[in-house]
């Protein structure tokens, strides 16, 4: 579903990895908003982005989806994608053994869809890369130490194509949400980086801004009642559009 995504009217507030964990378990554990409800608004969302970066449904894209409720988000986004026709394919990084139940689920629905291409890291013809639209789901806010050689691999790869779009789910895989430190070789550097419910500081240091292309943010369903619960007082963030340029 294509719209205009407007520029945010006013600053919006980051905060850090450790606040945007507390955000998820409030909204879990004291509004009962499941990690279900959250990871479709984000996964929709995603594809609505994509569809502004790809010119028709020609092009093909392309989905790595790690084994977090990252890869869940990319992979809610790849079917909503073949849902509107455009060519999807899913590259799962990671043991499918690892994969968060709810992210099993959306893995084993992509599996059942004839118009999803649905393969693992290892089965991956990295002359694929060429003239695809990239949708980096692999690790987001929850990295920790440095990337997996498996993924820093695919990372090296990803960024040394040049016929490619690269969009990152909350952040480039690689990239510290709260430091916004990251190894050149081992951090995607992306076109265009949507992040859900509020910016993470690592996002908007100097040093970020040479990796994450345009940053997005996209409504999750935080009500402000719960970011009120962590010293934030903001209202209607997302009245004019449920994704923002900021």
């Given amino acids: 579903m294509k719209y205009d995504i407007p520029k945010a009217k006013a600053a919006i507030p980051a905060i850090t990895t450790k606040e945007m964990i507390e955000v998820a378990r409030l909204m879990i554990e004291e509004f009962h908003i499941s ?32 084994t977090g409720h990252n890869g869940g988000g990319g992979m809610t986004a790849a079917r909503h ?67 997996r050689s498996d993924m820093k691999k695919i990372i090296q790869w990803i960024n040394a194509t040049e016929s490619t779009v690269v969009i990152s789910l909350d952040a480039p895989s690689g ?8 190894d050149t070789d081992s951090c995607i550097h992306s076109d265009a980086t949507m992040t859900l419910a509020l910016p993470k500081i690592g996002l908007v240091t100097p040093e970020a801004q040479k990796v994450i292309g345009d940053l997005y943010l996209a409504d999750i369903g935080v009500p402000k009642d719960v970011l009120k619960c962590i010293g934030i007082d903001e209202h209607n963030i997302f009245s004019d559009a ?5």
């Fill in 175 to 182: 990239l510290d949400t709260t430091s916004g430190n990251y």
């Fill in 35 to 66: 990690l279900p409800q959250m990871m479709e608004m984000a996964g929709r969302n995603l594809a609505d982005l994509s569809e502004h970066f790809s010119t028709s449904n020609k092009i093909p894209i392309l989905v790595f989806a790690g």
């Fill in 242 to 246: 449920p994704i923002l340029r900021i």
């Fill in 81 to 147: 994608l073949a849902n509107r026709e455009h060519d999807v394919s899913v590259c799962l990084i990671g043991n499918p053994k690892r994969l968060k139940p709810i992210v099993e689920k959306r893995w084993k629905t992509l599996q059942k869809m004839d118009s999803v291409s649905c393969l693992q890291i290892e089965d991956f013809d990295y002359a694929e890369l060429e003239n695809r639209l990239i949708l980096d789901a692999m690790i987001g806010y929850g990295l920790m130490g440095k990337p």
